[in-house]
C-alpha cells in the first residue's frame, strides 16, 4: 500500500534484515519457485506474495502442499470445494497422517541420530530424544493404542506436563486416527473434566505429579478424581515423574513403549480430526475446538517453514504447557526437521531470566515466550546478553498479549541490535496466527509485521467496511484451512456460528481491535468485547496497560468500562503493586498523568483501586470480561466458570468493589 501524499512520514524500523537474510529466507526460495510453478509474483517482496496467496487461494495452498512435500496417500479432487465460513471443504478426497509428516526426518539416515527433542527442566541440563527413538516409540505405543481398541476418533487425553513422553502420546494417538486433547498438570479436577467430560476419551496419560518453582506438586488425588468421573476411560497409563509406582489398574509407560514396532499410521481424510483445544472458558464450559489433520499440517508447515523460517539445522523453543495451543504449535516444529526444546517448570526459577538460560544452553535459534515475561524481565532489570551467550538467537517471538513498545525497545537494547522482533497474534480457534512473523520485513516498534500468508486479514468498521489506519474489528475474510472443522457437541453449528460469525455474516470476527497500517502492518489493541469505548472514542485495554505498566511501581493492572444505567460510564483501574510502592495521592496523580499525556485525556480513570492480584484464566491471559459482569452485579457463580481461573479468591475480592459501587 502507498502513503497518501499528506500522511505523516513513515518512522525508521527498528530492525532491517539484511540483503543476505532476505536472500537466505525460505520465504524467498518459496517465492521464486512458485512463480515459476504457479504464477506467483516473483517482484514485490512480501506484500506482492501475500496479494496473491489470498486472491489465488487456492493456488496458493496447492503450492504449500508442494512445495513442503506432503504426502496424500489419495490424490484430493480440488483444493477448495466449498469456499464458505464455516463449512469450508478443503482437499476433498484427500487422505492422509500428521504424525507421519512430524517423524518423516527419521527415515533420512543422516538425521536417525540427532536431536528431535531437547527436555530441560528447573535443573537446566537438556536430554535429547534421537528421531530414531521418538519415531520406535511412537511405533511402539501406536500399536499399544490399537491393542487397546483404540480406533480412528477415538480420543486419548493427556494431563501431562511439557515432556517427551507428551509429545510421544500425542504422535501415537495421531498415527492411530485418534484424536488427541491435553491439560497441563497444575489444572485443579474441576477444569480438566470441564474439558475432558465434553469428549469422553478411552486413554488417559497422567503423569503422577510436576516440579515447579523448585517444589515437586503431587497430582496422585487429581489423577483418582479424574479415573473416577471419566467413565469412558478403558485404560489410564501412569508416567512415574516423580518416581511413585502405578496405581492399582493402570499401565506403565514404560512397558507400552519399549517394543520396536514400526509405526503403522492411519491414512485419514484431510479434515479428520486431529486434536481438540479449549477455549479459556471463563464465562461458561470451555469451548471444545476441533480442528483437523490435514488442516493443522498445511497451516503449520506454512506458519513455522516460511513465517519462521525454521529447518533442520534450527532449534526451536517456545515457553509453554501442554495447556496452551502454543505447545501443539510447538510439536509441530518437528515438521520442518527442526529440534524442538521442551521446557518444563517454572518461567523465573531460579530468578526471573531463567528463561534467557534455557535458551543458551539449548542454542535456541527461535526463542518464544510471552510479552508479560519479557516485560517482567525489562522491570527486574535482567540482561539477557550480558549473562548469557545469546548468539545463535535469531529471533525472539512473544505472543499471550500485545508486546508494548518498550518490550520492542528491551528486547533491542538487551538481547542484540541484529534481533528479529516477531510480535505474533492469532489464537486457539485456529491454532495458528493471523498476523506476525516475517522474516523478509522490517520491524517497527509496537507493530506485528503483517498479516499471514494465505489469511485476508482486515480491520472492519461497524458497518462491515475495511479501514486502514483506523481501529477496527479483527475479521478473516477468506477461510484458512487449521479453522474448526466444528466444536464438540455442537450437532448443528449454532455455537461455531454465533461465536465467529453472528456480527458478520460469511467473515470471521475474532474479537479483537486491530488497526492495519497503511504500510501493511498490523496493530493489536486488544479484545474488542472489553473495549473501552468513552466518549464514542474506542480503545483497547492493552494501550491503557502499556502506559500503566511502564511505571516501576504497577506490577500489573485491569481495567474495566461499565455502561451504567443513567447513561453514565465508570471507568476503574485496578493496580497490583510492585512491592514497597504505596497508593497514594502521588502515585495516583503519576498514574493518571501518564494516561492523560501518553494516550487520551478521556481514558484517565474514573477511580484506581489497589488489588491483591489480577486474575488470569489457566493460561495466563488477564480475566476482564468476567470481572466486568461482576462490577454489573452478575453473581460471582455466573460471571465465572470457576474452573477456569488461576485464583478464584481474587474474584471475591472484585465481587465486594462490585457490592461497594452498586
Known amino acids: 500500500m502507498t502513503s497518501p501524499a499528506n500522511a505523516a512520514p513513515q518512522p525508521a524500523p527498528l530492525w532491517q534484515p539484511g540483503p543476505d537474510r532476505i536472500a537466505g529466507a525460505r520465504i524467498t526460495a518459496f517465492q521464486t519457485w512458485a512463480a515459476e510453478r504457479y504464477g506467483a509474483p516473483a517482484e514485490g517482496g512480501y506484500e506482492a506474495l501475500h496479494r496473491w496467496s489470498v486472491t489465488e487461494l487456492d493456488t496458493f495452498w496447492k503450492a504449500v502442499a508442494d512445495w513442503f512435500e506432503v504426502r496424500f496417500s489419495t490424490p484430493y479432487e480440488t483444493v477448495l470445494a466449498d469456499r464458505s465460513m464455516p463449512g469450508a471443504q478443503w482437499f476433498p478426497g484427500a487422505t492422509l497422517n500428521y504424525a507421519e509428516h512430524a517423524l518423516r526426518t527419521a527415515e533420512d539416515p543422516a538425521r536417525a541420530d540427532d536431536a528431535a527433542l531437547l527436555h530441560v527442566d528447573e535443573t537446566h541440563e537438556a536430554v535429547a530424544t534421537s528421531w530414531a527413538e521418538l519415531r520406535r516409540q511412537v511405533g511402539s505405543l501406536a500399536a499399544e493404542l490399537r491393542a487397546l481398541g483404540v480406533r480412528p476418533g477415538d480420543r486419548v487425553s493427556g494431563y501431562l506436563p511439557n515432556v517427551p513422553q507428551a509429545v510421544t502420546a500425542l504422535l501415537a494417538t495421531a498415527a492411530v486416527g485418534a484424536v488427541w486433547t491435553s491439560c497441563a498438570p497444575d489444572f485443579g479436577a474441576r477444569s480438566v473434566l470441564d474439558r475432558f467430560q465434553q469428549v469422553e476419551p478411552v486413554v488417559l496419560f497422567t503423569a503422577d505429579g510436576y516440579r515447579y518453582g523448585g517444589k515437586e506438586h503431587d497430582r496422585t488425588d487429581v489423577v483418582a478424581e479424574l479415573r473416577r468421573e471419566l467413565p469412558t476411560l478403558r485404560a489410564v497409563v501412569h508416567i512415574p515423574l516423580l518416581g511413585t509406582a502405578a496405581p492399582q489398574g493402570t499401565l506403565e509407560w514404560s512397558s507400552l513403549t519399549e517394543s520396536d514396532n514400526e509405526p503403522v499410521f492411519e491414512q485419514v481424510p484431510f479434515d479428520h480430526p486431529l486434536w481438540v483445544l479449549y477455549s479459556s472458558g471463563t464465562t461458561g464450559l470451555p469451548k471444545a475446538i476441533v480442528q483437523s489433520q490435514g488442516g493443522i499440517l498445511l497451516e503449520h508447515f506454512k506458519q513455522l517453514g516460511l513465517h519462521c523460517d525454521l529447518g533442520p539445522e534450527d532449534r526451536f523453543f517456545w515457553y509453554t504447557s501442554t495447556g496452551w495451543m502454543m505447545w501443539n504449535f510447538l510439536v509441530s516444529g518437528l515438521l520442518t526437521g527442526t529440534t524442538v ?26 526463542f518464544g515466550t510471552s510479552a508479560a515475561y519479557v516485560m517482567a524481565c525489562r522491570k527486574a532489570g535482567v540482561h539477557p546478553s550480558r549473562d548469557h551467550d545469546l548468539s545463535r538467537v535469531k529471533c525472539v517471538a512473544t505472543t499471550g498479549s500485545p508486546l508494548p513498545p518498550d518490550g520492542f525497545r528491551w528486547l533491542h537494547d538487551e538481547v542484540r541490535e541484529d534481533l528479529w522482533i516477531a510480535s505474533v497474534s492469532g489464537g486457539t480457534d485456529v491454532c495458528s496466527c493471523f498476523a506476525g512473523a516475517v522474516p523478509t520485513l522490517p520491524v517497527h516498534i509496537g507493530e506485528l509485521q503483517a498479516a499471514c500468508l494465505g489469511t485476508d486479514l482486515q480491520a472492519w468498521d461497524p458497518q462491515g467496511k475495511p479501514v486502514v489506519g483506523e481501529v477496527g474489528e479483527l475479521v478473516v475474510v477468506n477461510p484458512m484451512p487449521s479453522m474448526p472443522i466444528r466444536f464438540w457437541n455442537d450437532p448443528d453449528g449454532s455455537r461455531y456460528r454465533d461465536s465467529y460469525f453472528e456480527m458478520f455474516p460469511g467473515a470471521w470476527r475474532h474479537g479483537d481491535w486491530i488497526t492495519i497500517t497503511d504500510h501493511g502492518s498490523v496493530v493489536i489493541h486488544g479484545r474488542s468485547d472489553s473495549t473501552l469505548n468513552r466518549q464514542g472514542v474506542r480503545m483497547g485495554s492493552a494501550d491503557i496497560y502499556e502506559v500503566v505498566e511502564r511505571l516501576p511501581e504497577i506490577r500489573e493492572s485491569l481495567v474495566i468500562g461499565l455502561e451504567e444505567p443513567d447513561g453514565g460510564y465508570w471507568m476503574p483501574l485496578f493496580v497490583h503493586l510492585a512491592e514497597g510502592a504505596v497508593l497514594d495521592d502521588a502515585l495516583r496523580t503519576k498514574v493518571k498523568q501518564a494516561i492523560r499525556e501518553q494516550l487520551s485525556p478521556r481514558h ?10 489480577v486474575p488470569h484464566t489457566l493460561t495466563g491471559k488477564r480475566i476482564e470480561v468476567p470481572v466486568k459482569r461482576l462490577l454489573q452485579g452478575t453473581p460471582l457463580e455466573k460471571a465465572v466458570n470457576p474452573g477456569s481461573v488461576d485464583n478464584l479468591d481474587l474474584l471475591r475480592f472484585y465481587e465486594a468493589v462490585a457490592r461497594k459501587h452498586g
Open 341 to 366: 526444546v521442551l521446557y518444563d517448570g517454572s518461567p523465573g526459577f531460579p530468578e526471573t531470566g531463567a528463561q534467557w538460560g534455557v535458551a543458551e544452553r539449548t542454542g535456541a535459534t527461535l
Open 604 to 613: 484517565v480513570p474514573d477511580e484506581i483501586i489497589e488489588v491483591p492480584g
